[in-house]
C-alpha cells in the first residue's frame, strides 16, 4: 500500500485548479501518476485516490453486508460524485463545482491537503481546525486505550 502522509496548505485558484504537492503525486504507484479519483469523502472534504486506492475504497463496501438503503446512498454520493482528472504540467487538478460546494471551498485561495494512508483529503481549512478540535477527547481517549494495550 502507498503511504499518503502529510499536511500541507495549498493554492487554489478562481478556476478551481488546485496544486497538489508533489510529494503527494510521487508517491502514486507506479503507472498511476497522471490522474486522480475525486469524491465526497465522509466529512466535509473531497477524496482524492490513485487508481488502485479507488478499488480498495470500492472493496471496503463489498466485504460489508449493508442494507439497500446504505448502498443505494453509497452509489449515490460516493460512486455517483466521483470524477477522473488529470494532472496538468504543473501538478494541479480542476475540482468540479460539485465537490467544491460540498467542501465548502467556495471563495477559498488556500486549502488543507491531507495525506491519509491510501487517500488524500482535502478541506476547507477553518472546517478541518473545527472537527479536529471536536475529535480531541478520542485522540485522549485513543492515547488512553492505547498505553494500556
Known sequence: MTDLSGRYTVSLDPKGRLAIP???RTAFPEGQQDDI???RGFDPCI???YRDSWKEFQEIFDDHQLTQEEMDVIER???GRKLET??????RITLPPHLVEFAQLENLSEVTAIGVRN???IWN???YDEIRAQKEKVIQ???QKLKAG
Open 86 to 91: 488529470t494532472f496538468d504540467k504543473q501538478g
Open 22 to 24: 508533489t510529494r503527494f
Open 125 to 127: 481549512p477553518k472546517l
Open 77 to 79: 454520493e460516493f460512486i
Open 119 to 121: 487517500r488524500i483529503e
Open 37 to 39: 479519483i475525486l469524491t
Open 141 to 143: 481517549d485513543l492515547r
Open 47 to 49: 477524496t482524492g485516490f
